[in-house]
């Protein structure tokens, strides 16, 4: 589902499997600069607790500023980084659908 802002929304029914510990501008691990994607079945959350953060699509280009009501939404393969807007702090809930996967393998099936 695509919300009104252009954002995609969670699929109904899929769950959390992980949450990373909190990050901030200077702790933001060095891989989520630059671009990359989430693992097949794998849809993830960015919450920002405090501050903006930048979410960056590649293909098709989209961009967003997220913030603590506007949280991020990231799809399965999807190449993508994220940029500090000032201070922030934030984590990320990774989700699958349980119907289809295990929590130790969210992308592969059961």
Do not use: N, Q
């Amino acid at each position: 589902m695509i919300e009104p802002d252009g954002m995609k929304s969670i699929p109904a029914g899929y769950v959390v499997y992980r949450r990373t510990p909190e990050f901030t501008r200077t702790t933001i691990p060095k891989p989520l600069l630059r671009r990359h994607e989430t693992r097949r079945g794998a849809w993830a959350l960015i919450r920002i607790l405090e501050g903006k953060l930048r979410y960056c699509i590649e293909d098709p280009p989209f961009e967003a500023i997220l913030t603590p009501e506007r949280p991020g939404v990231v799809e399965p393969e999807v190449l993508h980084h994220i940029e500090p807007v000032g201070e922030v702090r934030f984590f990320l809930e990774f989700h699958y659908d349980p119907r289809r996967h295990t929590a130790d393998d969210p992308g592969t099936g059961a």
